[in-house]
């Protein structure tokens, strides 16, 4: 039976083992998807080892940049952003070749284009992880211009407290790639001026539970467009089965 499974710590929230399972139930497929919830990058050499059914893998938080390093091959992509999140797993007799792709991109891409319009010009990217890189790039080839947002003064970012409402109307796509106001904590939410927001912004949350996250309240409530990052997550799944099958 073919394995395949996620790579994270800790994976109590992990969407990708229910999705996948059901996909391979559905389709009468021979295969199971596991999570290995490793403490530290370096087990990840225990876990190709000790499985060797394993055909590939998802890798979410904190190993998107720090798996690299054990990888043969990155697609052009995946090397571009900085980030990984699809491995896909060769094996050839004893021999193991390792392929990083990154579906991140290709499911934000697909799920925010519909909502851009030509007002859409610039945007703001709240964080500075692997999936606000991946964000980033997307947003870059779509043609907005793109600028981090950090809580600490660092390199080619800006700082939350100076974001003005005149900032958010000039950046009116804002993305938020981290994990404030994510379940359990969802009376958090990205320290924003929310009252110099209307409906030419538009809030996009990579967090999907809960399915309204304060975020998108606080933006809907000035008449932003918001969605939150389910249908991300079901594009990016569908484009990491493509990364493992491609012959």
Known sequence: MDKYGLIGYPLGHSFSVNYFNQKFADEGINAKYINFEIPTIENL????????????????????????????????????IGAVNVVRVERDGNKVRLVGYNSDVTGFTQSIEPML???????????????????????????????????YERPHTVCYQNITPEVVKEYNVIVNCTPVGMFPNTNECPKLPYEGMDERNILYDLIYNPDETLFMKKGAEHGAQVKNGLEMLLLQAFASWEFWNKQ
């Open 45 to 80: 050499i225990e876990v190709i080892s000790s499985n060797p059914e394993l055909k590939g893998l998802n890798v979410t938080i904190p190993y998107k940049e720090k798996v690299i390093e054990y990888l043969d091959h990155l697609s052009p992509e995946a090397r571009a």
């Open 117 to 151: 319009e030509p007002h859409h010009k610039k945007a703001l990217v709240l964080g500075t992880g692997g999936a606000a890189k991946a964000v980033c790039y997307g947003l870059r080839s779509l043609g907005l211009e793109t600028v981090c947002v950090s809580r």
